[in-house]
C-alpha cells in the first residue's frame, strides 16, 4: 500500500482533539474471538503513513493553528544536549559518610554532554559533543532512515574522518566536532527518500570516538531532521526539531494508549492517528516542553492504527515524525503471545557490546526475533544497564542509550521495564559502603526515563524513594501480570550499609501486601492467567546464590521472607514467578518440597540472557536436583496463551527453539 492521500489530512483538524479528555495441563477452552494475527515486522506497513503532500499540508496547518507565545524560546533547536556527568557532581543528598570514611565516585565516562547537531544554511550539519578527557581519533558515519523499511532502521552512505575542535559549555572539559555535508544526501544517485523533491529530509548519524582510558571505542547515535528552501540564490537548509527519544507506545489497552517522546526543543506536541479504514484523529499534548506523553483515548478495539508525532518549536518549525503502528486489544481476548527477557548490560567485544552500559547487539538481535513473532507486549525484567554509579546524568544517559537500541521496536508495541540491581543509582565511600540515593533515586529516575502502569504502594515514610512505575500490573487480555521490585532502596558494600539500605533481593513488608491485594483483585476481575516478575530470583541456579533472595542460605530474615513470597505465590496458584539476574535460562518446579507451605506448586522461570556475560549452572544449591531445565544460551521468553492453556517456548538468539514446554499449576 502506498502513502496516505492529502485528502485525510483535511479530516485532522475537524475530528477533535484530545489528551487530556479514553500443575496439569488444562484442556483449550473451545471458540477464540482472535483471528490468526500477523508477526509484527509483516504488520508494519498498514495503515500507511502520510505523503509528501500530506506532511506540508499538516504542516502548515499547525503553524497557523498553534499559539506560538505559549511556547519557551529555550531550549532551541541545536541547544547542547543534557549533561551526563562533572568532576564537581556531588554524590551525597544529605547523608553523613561513615567515620573515617571519605566520599568517592564512580568513574567518569568519556561523554559530558548529550551530543547536539547544529545545522548551517549551506548543508553542512556539525555533530557536537563535550567528553571528561582528549579524544585522538573519531569519525562519522550518516545517511538516512528508510520509513517503509520493516522497523525503519538507519543506514549509513557517507564517512568523515576527523574531528575539529568544537565549542565547550563549561571549563575543565574537551569540545569536539564531526562535519557531515547533508548535501550529499540529496544527490540524485542516492536519494532514496526523495529529499530534493519533497523538501524534507532526516540525516542519521553514527559518531565514533577512540576513549584510550577503555581501550575501545564509544559510539553514539542520532538522527537530525532538516528543511530545505529555494531561491534565486540556491538552496537553504534548516535544522527541524528532532526526536531525541521515541516515540514509543505503553499502556496499551483494548481502548487506548499512550504515546511518549523527547524533543531537543521546547515544543508544542501532537499525534496523528489514522485508523485502518476510519477517519483520521488528531490528539494534542496539554503541556509544552521537552518530554511529552499523549494519551490517546475513545479507540476502537481489535484495530490498528498508524500514528505520527508532530512537534513545532517556538519559531514555527514543524516536524513530522515518521511514528509508528500498534494494534488494540479484541473486548474478549483468549488466544495470544507475549515476550519476557532480561539482563542486557554491557558484554565484552565489539562496541555495540559496550553502547553506553548496553549489549546492544545482542538486545537488538533478540528484539528482532521478538518482531517476527505476533507478541503483543514485552516485560524486560531488570538490569537493562551497568548502572552502579554515582552520577544521575550518567544512569540517565545509560537509560537512554538502552532506550534507544529498543524505540524501533516500542514504537509498536508495548514493553514494560523491571528494575534490577544494576539499576542503581549510590552514594559511596572510601571504605566501600555505598547507600542508594536519595535525592534523585534511581526509582525516580527510572520513572522519568519509562511509562509504566502508574498505580503503586505508597512508600513508607522518610527518605524512602518512591514505588511509582517500578511496581505495578497490568491486564492483557485473561492474563494479569505483577511486577516488584527487589531492589528497591538497595544499599551495597560492608555489613553496616544495610542500615541505609535493603538487601539485594529483598520484596518488603509494602511490596508483600500491595502484591497480595493485586493478585486477589486481579482473580475478582477474572484473570486466569497470574505471572509475576521481579529481577531476583527466589532460588538461584547458576550466578547468584551468593545473594539474590538466598545469599547462600546464611541469612534466617532473607530465607523468611523469600518463603513467605514463595507461599504467597501458591496461595495465588500463579503460573509463573518470572526473574532474571542470572544470565541464564532455568525452570524449576517451586512445591511444598522445596519450601513447606506452598499451597500450589508453580514455576520459576529465569531469563537473563540478553546480553550480559553468561554463567554456568550451580549444582550446590538445595534445590538443583528439582531444576527441569537449564541452558546458557541468549534468549526470551515466548509464552502463547490460548484459553485455559499456557505454552513456553524459550527461544535463542538465531531462533532456535531451546525448549517448548506447556506450564502447568
Known amino acids: 500500500m502506498g502513502p496516505i492521500r492529502t485528502c485525510l489530512v ?58 506560538l507565545g505559549r511556547i519557551p524560546e529555550t531550549p532551541a533547536v541545536g541547544t547542547p544536549g543534557a549533561l551526563v556527568a562533572m568532576p564537581s557532581d556531588g554524590p551525597f543528598a544529605g547523608r ?32 557536537h559533543v563535550e567528553t571528561s578527557r582528549p579524544v ?9 532512515v528508510q520509513p517503509d523499511a520493516p522497523l525503519a532502521s538507519p543506514r549509513f552512505r557517507h564517512r568523515s574522518g576527523g574531528l575539529v575542535t568544537g565549542e565547550t559549555t563549561q571549563p575543565g572539559v574537551f569540545g569536539y566536532a564531526a562535519r557531515m555535508d547533508l548535501r550529499s544526501i540529496l544527490a540524485p544517485v542516492v536519494d532514496v527518500t526523495n529529499v530534493a523533491r519533497t523538501g524534507r529530509g ?11 582510558a577503555e581501550s575501545g571505542v564509544a559510539v553514539y547515535d542520532g538522527e537530525q531532521p532538516f528543511r530545505l528552501s529555494r ?34 526543543a521546547a515544543t508544542a506536541a501532537f499525534v496523528a492517528l489514522f485508523p485502518e479504514g476510519r477517519a483520521a484523529r488528531l490528539f494534542e499534548s496539554v503541556d509544552v516542553g521537552t518530554r511529552h506523553e499523549i494519551e490517546l483515548d475513545g479507540l476502537e478495539a481489535d484495530t490498528r492504527y498508524r500514528y505520527q508525532p508532530v512537534v513545532v518549536e517556538h519559531g514555527g518549525r514543524v516536524f513530522v515524525h515518521r511514528g509508528g503502528t500498534f494494534e488494540t486489544a479484541p473486548e474478549r481476548l483468549t488466544r495470544f503471545s507475549f515476550a519476557i527477557l532480561g539482563d542486557s548490560r554491557s558484554g565484552n567485544g565489539s562496541a555495540d557490546e559496550r553502547y553506553g552500559g548496553t549489549n546492544a547487539h545482542v538486545l537488538r538481535a533478540l528484539f528482532e526475533r521478538i518482531a517476527q513473532t505476533d507478541a503483543r507486549f514485552v516485560v524486560f525484567a531488570g538490569d537493562l544497564i551497568d548502572g552502579y554509579t554515582t552520577h544521575p546524568g550518567v544512569y540517565a544517559h545509560e537509560l537512554a542509550q538502552w532506550r534507544r537500541v529498543v524505540q524501533p521496536f516500542a514504537a509498536h508495541l508495548p514493553v514494560y521495564e523491571t528494575m534490577g540491581n544494576h539499576e542503581a543509582l549510590i552514594d559511596l565511600w572510601s571504605d566501600g559502603t555505598a547507600a542508594f540515593r536519595v535525592e534523585p533515586s534511581a526509582e525516580g529516575l527510572f520513572a522519568e526515563a519509562f511509562v509504566n502502569p502508574s498505580e503503586a504502594p505508597t512508600p513508607r515514610d522518610g527518605d524512602w524513594p518512591p514505588y511509582e512505575e517500578n511496581v505495578y500490573s497490568f491486564d492483557v487480555g485473561e492474563v494479569h501480570v505483577a511486577s516488584v521490585n527487589s531492589n528497591y532502596a538497595v544499599g551495597v558494600g560492608r555489613g553496616d550499609v544495610f542500615r541505609r539500605g535493603q538487601r539485594e533481593g529483598t520484596l518488603d513488608d509494602v511490596q508483600l501486601a500491595w502484591l497480595d491485594a493485586d493478585l486477589t483483585a486481579a482473580r475478582e476481575r477474572g484473570a486466569k492467567h497470574l505471572v509475576v516478575v521481579t529481577h531476583e530470583p527466589a532460588f538461584p541456579n547458576g550466578g547468584h546464590a551468593k545473594d539474590a533472595m538466598w545469599w547462600n542460605g546464611r541469612i534466617p530474615e532473607m530465607v523468611a521472607m523469600r518463603d513467605r513470597f514463595a507461599r504467597l505465590l501458591g496461595s495465588h496458584r500463579v503460573v509463573a514467578l518470572v526473574c532474571a539476574d542470572e544470565h541464564n535460562y532455568s525452570r524449576l518446579r517451586v512445591d511444598a518440597n522445596v519450601v513447606e507451605g506452598v499451597e500450589h506448586p508453580f514455576w520459576q522461570l529465569v531469563s537473563g540472557g540478553a546480553g550480559a556475560p553468561y554463567y554456568a549452572q550451580d549444582r550446590e544449591v538445595p534445590w538443583s536436583d528439582r531444576v527441569a531445565f537449564f541452558d546458557p544460551r541468549q534468549h526470551f521468553l515466548r509464552f502463547d496463551v490460548d484459553g485455559a492453556r499456557v505454552d513456553l517456548v524459550v527461544v535463542g538468539i538465531v531462533g532456535e527453539e531451546i525448549e517448548r514446554v506447556t506450564l502447568t499449576r
Request: charged share 25%.
Open 96 to 127: 553523613v559518610p561513615p567515620e573515617p570514611a571519605v566520599p568517592v565516585q564512580t568513574p567518569l565516562p568519556l561523554l559530558v554532554r548529550e551530543p547536539w547537531v547544529r545545522v548551517d544554511g549551506d548543508g553542512v550539519a556539525w555533530v
Open 231 to 264: 531561491s534565486d540564490d540556491g538552496v537553504r537548509f534548516e535544522a527541524l526539531p528532532r526526536l531525541v527519544h521515541g516515540p514509543v507506545v505503553d499502556r496499551l489497552s483494548d481502548r487506548g494508549v499512550t504515546i511518549s517522546f523527547e524533543s531537543d
Open 202 to 212: 532526516e540525516v542519521a548519524w553514527r559518531l565514533e570516538l577512540a576513549d584510550l
Open 10 to 67: 483535511a479530516s485532522l483538524l475537524a475530528c477533535g482533539t484530545s489528551a487530556s479528555e479514553e500443575p496439569s495441563v488444562a484442556p483449550p477452552e473451545a471458540p477464540t474471538v482472535e483471528t490468526t494475527r500477523l508477526p509484527l515486522v509483516d504488520a508494519l506497513a498498514r495503515p500507511p503513513r502520510l505523503d509528501a503532500e500530506g506532511v506540508v499540508t499538516l504542516e502548515r496547518e499547525l503553524a497557523a493553528r498553534v499559539e
Open 136 to 144: 585522538p581519533l573519531g569519525s562519522i558515519s550518516y545517511g538516512v
